[in-house]
């Protein structure tokens, strides 16, 4: 069983950051494709970020040039920067693992997930 472990995540004004971060202990699969998803109250799960094994990065267009997704050099955790918050942003953040190198944007991909983490983002 692959448990990942999210973390980072409260309340910040609008135009302020937050850190996401999401570790998989004992496990390698954040060496791999991995993603962060979010679902606000009442909308479905949607893509946020995914980071590829050789660390080719992508993001939805929603989140493009305010948000970073990176990964540390011992592989073991992965990071999602959180910058410019807009409200609509408020959600709660999922990581995503898999042990494809580039499994994309399609949730269906990711075999492994984290509990989720709260993010608020007030006006």
């Known amino acids: 069983q692959v448990r990942l472990v999210e973390s980072g995540g409260g309340l910040v004004q609008a135009g302020g950051s937050l850190t996401l971060s999401c570790t998989a202990p004992g496990r390698a699969v954040m060496s791999y494709g991995v993603g962060w998803f979010r679902q606000a109250p009442g909308k479905e799960r949607e893509f946020v970020a995914t980071i590829t094994w050789s660390n080719g990065k992508s993001y939805a267009d929603s989140v493009n040039g305010r948000f970073t997704i990176s990964r540390d050099n011992a592989k073991t955790t992965v990071n999602l920067q959180m910058t410019s918050l807009k409200p609509e942003d408020t959600a709660v953040y999922y990581c995503?693992?898999?042990?494809?190198?580039?499994?994309?944007?399609?949730?269906?991909?990711?075999?492994?997930w984290g509990q989720g983490t709260q993010v608020t983002v007030s006006s």
């Open positions: 995503a693992g898999s042990y494809l190198s580039n499994p994309g944007s399609r949730s269906d991909n990711y075999p492994y």
